[in-house]
């Protein structure tokens, strides 16, 4: 299975930040533990948090998995 190109954009003044997976916007994330799940909707089953940011899969704007803030 191949990886589709996966961005998550910087924070918004909530906090949020959009996840987008080859072109499809899958939600806002507020954490780590979100993206995953967003990712796990997206058809990537068994990526956890680790997964999220251990991986060079995801470009990471505005910040990387340890910014929630703006």
Request: hydrophobic fraction near 40%; charged fraction near 25%.
């Amino acid at each position: 299975m191949s990886v589709p190109p996966i961005i998550v954009y910087p924070p918004d003044e909530d906090g949020g930040r959009r996840v987008r997976a080859d072109g499809t916007i899958l939600g806002r994330a507020y954490s780590v533990r979100d993206v995953a799940a967003l990712l796990q909707m997206a058809g990537l089953q068994g990526w956890d948090e680790m997964d999220v940011v251990r991986t060079d899969l995801i470009e990471w704007r505005g910040g990387g998995p340890e910014v929630w803030t703006i």
